[in-house]
């Protein structure tokens, strides 16, 4: 296994279920990060980690919960999402966070929220 | 705020050459990047400037112009499978990775 890896690669949920986004990385990187991609937008990042520590949450809502329990994985848990919520869920990692460091991307998960 | 521009949508013919703009105003710049998406796949790293100037890259060419706060990417020889989305990103002077939404090139035969 190489790169960056996602699972599922499909989703579709209804507003009262609880699932679980997952990302491994084979890289060796430091960094690790959830982006949310909607149709003609830009990407908006939502987490990092650094070391397995937290050093961004851009306003997110608490219904979206990181999880970095070592280096190479990273969860996002999802709980009473809104339909709005629906889009593809892309992981990234790079070699450390606060250079300009290239970002390597997993294929994303794609949430449909009924 | 910050903001990067991006044309939405562009068609070229397969065997022809196409180049997608960008446009950038960001606080501070450390490096603008490209990267090529095809539909439900993950976004993959096409090239990096820092330095004005162009690089190359077999078919693909990445130019940047720091004082105009402006980039393009050249696709030569274009072929079917180029069609894709083409996303610029830039590194702010806080190493924020600003992002455009992305350019969707279509290659007709």
């Known amino acids: 296994e190489t790169g960056v890896t996602q699972t599922p690669r499909h989703l579709v949920m209804g507003m009262t279920n609880k699932k679980s986004l997952k990302c491994e990385q084979h890289?060796?990187?430091?960094?690790m990060y959830w982006y949310k991609q909607s149709a003609k937008k830009p990407l908006e990042l939502m987490f990092v980690y650094s070391l397995e520590e937290r050093v961004e949450n851009n306003s997110v809502p608490s219904r979206f919960s990181p999880e970095c329990p070592n280096s190479s994985h990273l969860f996002l848990h999802l709980h009473t999402l809104q339909p709005e919520d629906s889009a593809l869920y892309l992981c990234a990692s790079s070699q450390d966070r606060g250079g300009a460091d290239t970002q390597y991307f997993g294929p994303g998960t794609r949430l449909t929220v009924l | 705020g910050q903001n990067i521009d991006q044309p939405t949508e562009m068609t070229a013919t397969e065997g022809a050459i196409v180049q997608i703009n960008c446009t950038y105003q960001?606080?501070?710049?450390?490096?603008l990047f490209w990267y090529q998406q095809h539909a439900g796949e993950a976004p993959t790293f096409l090239s990096y400037n820092v330095l004005d100037g162009l690089e190359e890259k077999g078919r693909f060419s990445s130019f940047l112009s720091r004082s105009k706060g402006y980039s393009y990417l050249l696709l030569k020889e274009l072929q079917m499978k180029d069609s894709a989305s083409y996303l610029c990103a830039v590194y702010d002077s806080n190493y924020q990775l600003i992002w455009g939404a992305g350019t969707k090139l279509i290659i007709k035969p």
């Open positions: 890289l060796g990187h430091n960094a």
């Open positions: 960001t606080s501070g710049f450390n490096g």
